[in-house]
């Protein structure tokens, strides 16, 4: 996936579309989430021209960012959802979203969250354990309903990605081991009020290579074969999410190099009749938006020069969390000849793991204006309140014009739920 073609400068101001970040950030304050609604249709269209006619279902993996703006945006464009919460579940739901392209993913489903996704007619469950599988069962069996799963198998590949992203590894929490796969799909066969549907796996997240996902495939249709001599038949196979972006100079596949992959693997193997499921996330959004925020003090030690700035952790989690790189574009463009120096920007949180970025050049000054590039993903998803900082407002733009998707919070909203003792 490309790099963020959305943000550009122009008149030497940083824009999103046709829209001055130094305007947003007057008219909205900061920090400030701005998304490019182009961008998002840019990465929409990116899977489309891979799809070759067949018959896919992109299901967004909206934990990426779940903004009901956004989820309504991919639903209007054909997308259904890859969720892991009734919470997640009742987002799609407000915002136009289909249930019946609805696939429920995760290890914990509750009984609660199970049972609004059977009365809501999702997709199907993509189920992770031998007990999830009885749960389901004995909800849809109290409820009178047949619910249609696909069991996440664990391939054991390696993704080749940060360690707290990887998840197709045998040693993480997630799916169910490949090798033991064929008798949970026997179990499921036997238990009552259930019916197969399909096979799913997820290795990891920012995958950059199109190995992984070709392993990953393999095994499942080795599993698949195997299913098809003891009479199951599949009708979907879904490869999860996971698809890389730019964050600095990766080199990334595009989704069409990944759907060929994938199809002409399927055709290889007389599989072409399968439905396609995809739960991509972050190669949707995340580089369809920023995070802008200002320079409030320039400070120096000894070692290094700080940017403190009024976004942190609290909003943009990432860089402490895996140490990843997200680019910082000031919203002037200086010169290039202008004198530059190096900062870690940081913010106010009272952590040493509080920043945004690590030796950066940049030539600023308090009050300047910074974007925070590739922030439409895991972002603020992401964000709490940590420090009693209310979460910021995230602004769509389309063209010349903005909108309010989330409005920033108030300090009131900080505790309306709590209560002294009396
Ligand atoms: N499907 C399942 C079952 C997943 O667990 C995930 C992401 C996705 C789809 C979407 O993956 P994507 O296309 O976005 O890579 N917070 C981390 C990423 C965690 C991903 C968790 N699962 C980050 O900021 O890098």
Redesign the pocket.
């Known amino acids: 996936m490309t790099a963020a073609t959305q943000f550009q400068y122009k008149n030497e101001v940083l824009h999103a579309e046709d829209t001055s970040l130094l305007h947003l950030a007057k008219k909205f304050g900061t920090p400030l989430y701005v998304y490019s609604l182009q961008a998002l249709k840019d990465a929409w269209k990116s899977y489309e021209e891979g799809m070759q006619g067949r018959d896919v279902l992109i299901?967004y993996?909206m934990?990426?960012n779940s903004n009901l703006a956004i989820l309504n945006q991919f639903h209007k464009m054909g997308a259904g959802f890859?969720i892991?919460s009734g919470g997640e579940l009742a987002r799609v739901i407000a915002a136009g979203g289909e249930p019946s392209k609805v696939v429920f993913?995760?290890v914990g489903k509750q009984s609660w969250e199970i049972r609004d996704a059977l009365e809501a007619g999702v997709k199907c469950f993509?189920v992770e354990s031998e007990g999830e599988l009885e749960r389901i069962s004995r909800i849809a069996y109290e409820l009178g309903k047949t619910a249609p799963v696909s069991l996440?198998v664990n391939p054991d590949v390696d993704a080749k990605t940060?360690p707290?992203?990887s998840?197709g590894l045998k040693e993480n929490k997630?799916g169910i081991d490949i090798q033991h796969a064929k008798d949970v799909y026997l179990k499921a066969l036997k238990l009552p009020n259930l019916k197969i549907t399909g096979i799913?796996c997820?290795i990891?997240?920012?995958?950059t290579e199109l190995a992984p996902y070709k392993d990953a495939l393999k095994k499942l249709i080795k599993l698949i074969k195997k299913l098809e001599g003891l009479g199951i038949k599949m009708q979907h196979i879904d490869l999860?999410?996971?698809?890389?972006i730019r964050y600095t100079n990766e080199q990334t596949l595009a989704p069409a190099q990944l759907l060929d992959m994938i199809f002409t693997t399927l055709d290889a193997n007389n599989l072409g009749h399968l439905q396609l499921v995809l739960?991509?996330?972050?190669?949707?959004?995340?580089n369809a938006g920023v995070l802008l925020t200002r320079v409030e003090y320039i400070k120096s030690n000894e070692a290094k020069n700080f940017a403190v700035v009024d976004a942190a952790m609290n909003d943009l989690?990432?860089p402490t969390?895996?140490d990843?790189w997200h680019g910082i574009q000031t919203v002037i463009k200086h010169p290039e000849s202008s004198k530059q120096e190096t900062y870690d920007v940081v913010g106010p949180i009272c952590e040493s793991g509080d920043w945004l970025a690590k030796d950066r050049s940049l030539h600023i000054k308090p009050g300047d204006l910074l974007a925070v590039m590739s922030a439409g993903?895991?972002?603020f998803?992401?964000a709490s309140q940590y420090n009693s900082r209310p979460r910021a407002a995230e602004v769509m733009v389309r063209g010349n014009k903005a909108d309010v998707i989330r409005k920033r919070e108030n300090i009131q909203g900080l505790f309306i739920n709590e209560q002294t003792l009396d």
Do not use: W
């Not at 990891?204 to 995958?207: D, L, Y």
């Not at 999860?240 to 890389?244: A, H, Q, Y």
């Not at 739960?279 to 995340?286: C, I, M, N, Q």
């Open positions: 299901c993996g934990k990426a890859d892991v993913s995760g993509n996440r940060h707290y992203i998840t997630f799913d997820h990891g997240s920012q995958i999860g999410g996971g698809l890389g739960e991509p996330g972050r190669s949707l959004v995340g989690l990432r969390l895996y990843a993903a895991y972002a998803s992401m």
